[in-house]
C-alpha cells in the first residue's frame, strides 16, 4: 500500500492491520497470477505490512518490499525480521533489470501520474520479466465517492478534483499506458468485488482510514457531519445482511517487458 500524494504518513499500520486485513487476504489469488517460482527475485511494490511478501519468501522467493510508508515498513520489519523491507515511492524506484517479476497488490491507484509509475517498473524488471498488479480500476467505490461528494454540493463546499486521492482506469487506458512504456500486454482485467468491511461503523472507518485527504480544509465537525450523511444514505444499497461492503471494482494485469 504505497501512500497517496500526501506528503506526511497518514498510514496507522495497526489500525490497518486489524480493520483492513481483506486488502492483503484479496491479494492471496494474486500469487496464483504471479506464480512465482522457488528462487526468483521478485519486488512487491507497495507491500503495506508485509503479509504478501511474507507468502512470497515462504514459497522460496528472493523477495524485497517497498512502500512509501515508513509507518508500513516499520510494521513490515517488525512482523518478518527475516525478510527485506524498504521505505521506496515507486515513482522513483532505483533498481535496473533486478527483478524476474514486479507484484503489486492494491497500490497503484494512490500513484499519480501512473505512466511515471510504470516508467521505473519497466526499468526495475529483467528482459522478459513480468508485471502483475491488481488495483482499483474504473467505477471503483464510486457509490461511496459519489456520496460523499453529493454531501459536498449539499453543504454548498467546492469540492476541488486534486483532491481526489485515487487512479482508477480502465483497462483500455491502463493497457494502452503500460504498452507505451514497452510492455507487451498479456492479460487485462475489470471486475467487481463487493467487499466485507469489519464492524458496525464498517464505511465510516473506511472513509477515514483512506479517503480523508477528500476532507482536507474542513474541520473534523463538518467531516463527522457528511460521513453520518453517508453512512445513512448507503445503508440501504451497502449494508447487507448485517454488514458493511464497499463497491470494490478491479483491474489485474499482466505485462511482460520486451
Ligand atoms: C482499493 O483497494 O480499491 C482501494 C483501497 C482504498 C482506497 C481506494 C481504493
Redesign the pocket.
Known amino acids: 500500500m504505497l501512500n497517496n500524494n500526501i506528503d506526511s504518513d497518514n498510514w496507522n499500520a495497526h489500525l490497518y492491520d486489524s480493520k483492513h486485513s481483506f486488502?492483503s487476504k484479496f491479494g492471496e489469488d494474486l500469487i496464483e497470477l504471479l506464480a512465482p517460482k522457488k528462487g526468483e527475485y521478485i519486488l512487491d511494490l507497495g507491500c503495506g505490512t508485509g503479509d504478501l511478501a511474507y507468502k512470497l519468501n515462504k514459497l522460496g522467493v528472493n523477495v524485497i518490499g517497498i512502500d512509501k510508508s515508513e509507518n508500513m515498513v516499520d510494521q513490515a520489519k517488525k512482523k518478518y525480521p527475516h525478510i527485506k523491507f524498504e521505505v521506496q515511492d515507486a515513482l522513483n524506484l532505483d533498481y535496473h533489470c533486478e527483478f524476474d517479476a514486479v507484484f503489486s497488490n492494491?497500490t497503484l491507484?494512490w500513484v499519480k501520474p501512473p505512466k511515471q509509475a510504470l516508467i521505473c517498473i519497466y526499468k526495475a524488471l529483467k528482459q522478459d520479466g513480468r508485471f502483475v498488479a491488481e488495483?482499483?480500476g474504473k467505477g471503483?467505490?464510486k457509490i461511496i465517492t459519489d456520496e460523499i461528494l453529493n454531501q459536498f454540493e449539499k453543504l454548498g463546499i467546492e469540492f476541488k478534483a486534486e483532491l481526489f486521492p485515487?487512479y482508477f482506469p480502465s483497462i483500455g487506458e491502463y493497457s494502452t499506458l503500460m504498452e507505451e512504456v514497452g510492455f507487451r500486454v498479456i492479460f487485462a482485467q475489470h471486475f467487481d468485488r463487493l467487499t466485507p468491511l469489519d464492524g458496525d461503523h464498517g464505511i465510516r472507518n473506511?472513509i477515514q482510514m483512506?479517503?480523508n485527504s477528500m476532507f482536507e480544509g474542513l474541520t473534523e465537525e463538518t467531516k463527522d457531519f457528511i460521513i453520518t450523511k453517508v453512512e445513512n444514505n448507503l445503508k440501504g444499497v451497502l449494508f447487507q445482511n448485517g454488514g458493511w461492503f464497499a463497491d470494490?471494482k478491479?483491474i489485474r494485469v499482466i505485462g511482460i517487458k520486451e
Open positions: 486488502v492494491a491507484h488495483f482499483g471503483n467505490v485515487w473506511w483512506f479517503g470494490y478491479r
